[in-house]
């Protein structure tokens, strides 16, 4: 006995086409998070073109039921508060499991009218936000349910069901969640963010946490060259479109042949791009000293050095106890090790002079660079150098 045409909705039994547009519905929602509601709401990273921030904001109203006030108001919470008791959804704080099958729920109980007053300045206030956007919150979802069983009758049932756990399990779980607890850090920026893959893909280029932690203004979360953000390739698209213009992209940063002067100008550069810097010296600095030690070292010493390298050049938040302690015995037997340790919080403490005048940071550079280069340590004398080069690029808003 067959089963009638319509338990198969107008498309008929086909798993592909089903499989097909709920792969492409979920995508268009994904674009619709990372470029809209992150990068041009909650970040300003880029401009949109007013037709398309009226899509993206029909498309998340219809598949999501999110509100653009609501998302960017938590959003940029999260930036202010990271990993602290404020922060609306920290693994570091909460749990990760918590905040992976849990996220949608530390989402809706950090709306408060307080943090959308604060953190919600900007977003939508139209007569479309207020009399359908907002007033009628769930009906979008209503019409993709009505959608999705008159396309595929039965099987619209599971499509329906796949779309609706996307967002909430994708982006309030895993980006929120894991993207603060596993997977590698290009740059030691003060949380815990993490890039989870170096492809971002399947959630349209988030995956790169870390990145975006690092530079959370800029339109592109890619950084290394293997790196793939897929919402960045969306945004060249509408740009070449003339639907978007990029504002900002990371620092943009000269290096000039020749030039051994600290000026203020390699200041500014080395400032502007402190965070490649201090990835950069744990690569040429840190790094080639650890393995000259491990290299000499007896068994007991070799033990004391494994991942020496990372836990030595380590954000201070991410320490835990027992790796506190080896860096301690680390300082205490090794010298050369103890000296670059406390050259680079040396290093990361001249930033903290940005405060004040230009004059004081000078002073406090110069000073570090002169005591590096009094170490005679060969690998530091040459990061001195090469930092030397750095300067602002004359016509730095050209390149936008
Ligand atoms: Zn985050
Ligand atoms: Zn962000």
Same mark, same amino acid.
């Given at each position: 006995m067959s089963l009638p045409d319509w338990w198969y909705g107008i498309v008929g039994l086909n798993p592909w086409v089903a499989i097909l547009y709920t792969l492409v519905v979920t995508h268009v929602t994904i674009v619709s998070v990372t470029v809209y509601l992150h990068r041009f709401s909650a970040? !300003?990273?880029? =401009? /949109?073109? @007013?037709?398309?921030?009226?899509?993206? !904001? +029909?498309?998340?109203? /219809? %598949? &999501? #039921?999110?509100? &653009?006030? =609501?998302? %960017?108001?938590?959003?940029?919470?999260?930036?202010? %508060? *990271?990993? *602290?008791? =404020?922060? @609306?959804?920290? @693994?570091?704080?909460?749990?990760? $499991?918590?905040? /992976?099958? $849990? #996220?949608? =729920? +530390?989402?809706?109980? #950090?709306? &408060?009218?307080? &943090?959308?007053? !604060?953190? #919600?300045?900007? *977003? @939508?206030?139209?007569? /479309?936000?207020r009399n359908v956007y907002s007033r009628f919150l769930f009906t979008g979802i209503v019409i993709v349910a009505v959608a999705d069983i008159v396309l595929f009758g039965s099987i619209g049932i599971v499509v329906f069901g796949v779309q609706m756990l996307w967002i909430p399990f994708f982006a309030a779980g895993v980006i929120n969640g894991v993207g603060h607890f596993w997977g590698y850090r290009n740059f030691e920026c003060p949380d815990a963010a993490t890039n989870i893959v170096p492809w971002g893909i399947l959630i349209g280029g988030e995956e790169l946490h870390n990145n975006h932690h690092t530079y959370p203004n800029s339109a592109k979360l890619s950084v290394r060259p293997w790196e793939f953000d897929l919402g960045w390739f969306w945004i060249r698209c509408f740009q070449s479109l003339g639907l978007a213009k990029p504002l900002y992209t990371g620092p943009v940063v000269e290096r000039v042949n020749g030039k051994n002067q600290i000026d203020m100008d390699t200041t500014w550069g080395v400032l502007n791009d402190r965070f490649e810097v201090m990835a950069r010296y744990a690569e040429e600095v840190v790094g080639p000293l650890v393995e000259e030690e491990y290299r000499r070292a007896d068994r007991a010493t070799r033990q004391m050095l494994k991942r020496a390298k990372s836990i030595l050049c380590r954000e201070e938040m991410l320490i835990k106890e027992v790796e506190r302690q080896r860096i301690a015995r680390i300082v205490d037997n090794i010298p050369v090790l103890a000296t670059i340790y406390e050259m680079r919080i040396e290093l990361q403490a001249v930033w903290s002079k940005r405060g004040g005048n230009g004059e004081e940071l000078l002073i406090a550079f110069r000073e570090w660079c002169s005591t590096a280069e009094a170490t005679g340590i060969q690998a530091l004398r040459e990061f001195v150098e090469e930092l030397k080069s750095y300067s602002v690029p004359r016509l730095a808003a050209a390149t936008f």
């Open positions: 970040h !300003r990273a880029l =401009e /949109l073109h @007013p037709s398309l921030q009226h899509f993206f !904001r +029909f498309w998340l109203w /219809l %598949t &999501t #039921g999110m509100v &653009t006030v =609501e998302w %960017t108001a938590i959003h940029r919470k999260h930036h202010a %508060t *990271t990993e *602290t008791e =404020e922060d @609306p959804h920290s @693994p570091r704080i909460h749990g990760l $499991r918590a905040i /992976l099958f $849990r #996220g949608v =729920e +530390f989402y809706r109980a #950090g709306v &408060t009218a307080d &943090t959308i007053d !604060r953190y #919600g300045k900007g *977003t @939508p206030e139209d007569w /479309l936000e």
